[in-house]
C-alpha cells in the first residue's frame, strides 16, 4: 500500500495570497478528519521570500499534538533551528539536483547545501527528529531543462551517505514522463536504498496521476499531493498545480487499494481551502463527483 | 506503436452550439497538416437531436480525397446508408452495452442495435466499406452504474459473429480506472480476437492518461483523444472532456514513442477549435506547452 502524504498546507499555500493561520487550522482538521496521516505543515523560510508561510512557527504551535506525522520544509540551517524549536519533529529538507534552480531557491550551491544538510543531521540526531531529503528538480529544471539522472543519483547517494534514510524525487516543474520515473525511483532504491521514498509531482503536463501509478508500480513508498490540485505557479492557471489528491485518492479506492482516506470529507478539505484561496479545483472528482455515485435520470452523454 | 485516432470533429463538438462546415474543415486542415491520418469526421444522425453534426453529407463531400482514414459515426442501417451516399468509406457503428442508455442514445435495445449492426455489415460488404463496432458505456453507464465486464465481451462476441472485425471500448462517463481497462482490453483480445481494437477514455476523474497508458500496456491498437480535450458533457467545465490528445502526444514523444504527429501543429488545430467553440482547453500543455521548449531566466518555482 502506498503511503499519501498531502502537501497543501505547504506547496498548496505558498504560493497564494496568505491565508490566515486560523484558516489554515480548519483545513488542516478537515484534512485530520479525512484519514491524512503524513502531511507537509509549513515551510520555515523567509518571511520577505515566502510571505504565505511567514506564521509557520503559530501554525506549528496550534498544531502540536496532532496524531498525524507533520512535516516542516526547511531549507538550511536555520529554518530547521526554527522548525525543532517550533515543535517540529520531522525536517523536511529540500536542496535541487539542479545548481541554478538551487541558487535561485536557497541562496546555495548544491554542495552548499550539503553542507547545511550535515549540520542538520547532526542538529536532528541530538533532539531525536527525523529527516527527508527533498531533491527538487529530479526530472526537469526551468533553466537548464533536462536533468541527468546521475545527477539526482550522485546527490542521493551524497545525502545517504550523511545518514539521510528519507528521500523524495520531486517533478519540481511537471515535466516527468511514466518511463523516467519509474526508472529514477529504481534507480534510487538501487544506490541508496533508503528507508523511504517518495514522489513529488506536478501536473503541469497532465501526467501527475500516470507518474504516480508509475510510482507506485516502481516500488515508491509515497506520493504527495494537494487537494485541489492547489500549488505551482499562478500565472498558467489550470495547467500546473500539483498531483490533486482526491483524485489519486478516488483512483485507488476504485483499484480496491486502500487509502484510509474517506474521499467525501477530502473532498470537503478540498472546496474549503480552493475557496479560501479563491482558485477553482484542477482536480476532476472535485467537479465530477465520485464514478457511480449516483446515477443519472435524464439524457446522458452520446458515446 | 499505438495509433492515434482524432475524434475532435465528432465527439468533440457534437454537443456544442454548431460551428460552421467552412470552420470544421479548418480545423480538419490543421489536423491533417499536423501527421493525423485516423480521425472521426463527423456522425449521420438525426439533426433534430445532434443538431452539431446536421452538416454531416456536406461535410464528408469537403473531405473526401484526404489521404487520412475518415470516420463517420452511425447508429442504424439509415445513417449508414446516409454515410455511405456522402462517400464515407469508414462506417463506426456505436452500440452501447447497457440497455438503458443505448435506449436513451438510439431509440432501440442492444438486440435491435445488433440487428441493425448485422444489415450495416451485408451493406458494408456489398459496397467494401469497413465497419467498426463501438462498445459504449463499456466501463460504466449513468443510469446503472457499473457495468459487468461479461456483459462487455459477450457485446464484443455477437459482433464478431456478425463479421465486425474492428472495435473499440468506450469509457463513455470516465468511469474507468487503469486496471479495468488494462483487464477489458485483454479480455477482449482474447475473447473476440479483433482484428483492431481502440480504446476511447474521457478524462471525467482525471484519468484519461492513466488509462491511455494501460491500454497501451494490455496491447491495444488504437485510442481516441480531442484537441483541446473538447467534448463531454458542457455542464462540467472542465471535468468531462475527451482525453485530450496533445497531452498524450506530448508524452509519447517525451517517451521516445513515435507518434507521427506534429505536435506544434497540433497544438494550433487545438487553439483553433477551442476558439471556434469558445471554450479553454482542459488540456495541459496547451497551457503550460511541451517541457523542455524553453527555460526560464527569472524566479523558478520552489520545489
Same mark, same amino acid.
Given at each position: 500500500?502506498?503511503?499519501?502524504?498531502?502537501?497543501?498546507?505547504? /506547496?498548496?499555500?505558498? /504560493?497564494?495570497?496568505?491565508?490566515?493561520?486560523?484558516?489554515?487550522?480548519?483545513?488542516?482538521?478537515?484534512?485530520?478528519?479525512?484519514? *491524512?496521516?503524513?502531511?507537509?505543515?509549513?515551510?520555515?523560510?523567509?518571511? =520577505?521570500? !515566502?510571505?504565505?508561510?511567514? /506564521?509557520?512557527?503559530?501554525?506549528? %504551535?496550534?498544531?502540536? &499534538?496532532?496524531?498525524?506525522?507533520?512535516?516542516?520544509?526547511?531549507?538550511?540551517?536555520?529554518?530547521?533551528?526554527?522548525?525543532?524549536?517550533?515543535?517540529?519533529?520531522?525536517?523536511?529538507? *529540500?536542496?535541487? !539536483?539542479?545548481?541554478?534552480?538551487?541558487?535561485?531557491?536557497?541562496?546555495?550551491?548544491? %554542495?552548499?547545501?550539503?553542507?547545511?544538510?550535515?549540520?542538520?543531521?547532526?542538529? $536532528?540526531?541530538?533532539? &531525536? $527528529?527525523?529527516?527527508?531529503?527533498?531533491?527538487?528538480?529530479?526530472?526537469?529544471?526551468?533553466? *537548464?531543462?533536462?536533468?541527468?539522472?546521475?545527477?539526482?543519483?550522485a546527490v542521493a547517494i551524497r545525502a545517504r551517505e550523511?545518514?539521510?534514510?528519507?528521500?523524495?524525487?520531486?517533478?519540481?516543474?511537471?515535466?516527468?514522463?511514466?518511463?523516467? !520515473?519509474?526508472?529514477?525511483?529504481?534507480?534510487?532504491?538501487?544506490?541508496?536504498?533508503?528507508?523511504?521514498?517518495?514522489?513529488?509531482?506536478? =501536473?503541469t503536463r497532465g501526467l501527475a496521476i500516470a507518474n504516480?501509478?508509475?510510482?507506485?508500480?516502481?516500488?515508491?513508498?509515497?506520493? =504527495?499531493?494537494?487537494?485541489?490540485?492547489?500549488?505551482?505557479?499562478?500565472?498558467?492557471?489550470?495547467?500546473?498545480?500539483?498531483?490533486?489528491?482526491? =483524485?489519486? *485518492?478516488?483512483?485507488?479506492?476504485?483499484?480496491?487499494?486502500?487509502?484510509?482516506?474517506?474521499? /467525501?470529507?477530502?473532498?470537503? $478539505?478540498?472546496?474549503?481551502?480552493?475557496?479560501?484561496?479563491?482558485?477553482?479545483?484542477?482536480?476532476? !472528482?472535485?467537479?465530477? &463527483?465520485?464514478?457511480? $455515485?449516483?446515477?443519472?435520470?435524464?439524457?446522458?452523454?452520446?458515446?
Amino acid at each position: 500500500m502506498v503511503a499519501l502524504r498531502d502537501v497543501t498546507l505547504r /506547496d498548496g499555500l505558498q /504560493d497564494e495570497t496568505p491565508i490566515s493561520t486560523e484558516h489554515k487550522v480548519a483545513i488542516l482538521e478537515l484534512l485530520l478528519a479525512a484519514g *491524512v496521516t503524513d502531511l507537509e505543515l509549513t515551510s520555515f523560510t523567509r518571511p =520577505d521570500r !515566502v510571505p504565505a508561510m511567514a /506564521d509557520a512557527d503559530r501554525l506549528a %504551535e496550534l498544531a502540536l &499534538g496532532s496524531p498525524a506525522r507533520m512535516w516542516g520544509l526547511v531549507l538550511n540551517l536555520r529554518g530547521a533551528e526554527r522548525a525543532l524549536a517550533a515543535g517540529i519533529r520531522n525536517l523536511q529538507f *529540500v536542496l535541487s !539536483v539542479s545548481e541554478p534552480h538551487n541558487l535561485e531557491n536557497t541562496g546555495r550551491s548544491v %554542495e552548499e547545501s550539503l553542507n547545511e544538510l550535515r549540520a542538520i543531521v547532526a542538529l $536532528a540526531e541530538s533532539s &531525536g $527528529a527525523q529527516i527527508e531529503a527533498t531533491l527538487a528538480t529530479a526530472f526537469g529544471c526551468p533553466f *537548464v531543462g533536462q536533468v541527468d539522472p546521475s545527477a539526482v543519483l550522485a546527490v542521493a547517494i551524497r545525502a545517504r551517505e550523511l545518514g539521510v534514510e528519507r528521500m523524495s524525487l520531486a517533478d519540481t516543474i511537471g515535466a516527468a514522463v511514466p518511463t523516467e !520515473v519509474a526508472s529514477l525511483v529504481a534507480q534510487t532504491t538501487a544506490v541508496a536504498e533508503p528507508s523511504e521514498l517518495g514522489v513529488h509531482l506536478h =501536473d503541469t503536463r497532465g501526467l501527475a496521476i500516470a507518474n504516480a501509478f508509475a510510482a507506485i508500480d516502481a516500488g515508491a513508498d509515497r506520493l =504527495d499531493g494537494t487537494v485541489g490540485g492547489l500549488g505551482g505557479c499562478p500565472f498558467a492557471p489550470g495547467a500546473s498545480g500539483n498531483l490533486p489528491l482526491e =483524485d489519486l *485518492v478516488h483512483a485507488l479506492n476504485a483499484m480496491g487499494q486502500p487509502t484510509g482516506i474517506d474521499l /467525501d470529507i477530502l473532498l470537503e $478539505a478540498s472546496a474549503l481551502a480552493c475557496s479560501l484561496v479563491d482558485r477553482a479545483p484542477t482536480s476532476h !472528482v472535485a467537479v465530477a &463527483g465520485p464514478r457511480f $455515485a449516483r446515477t443519472a435520470t435524464a439524457a446522458g452523454t452520446r458515446s
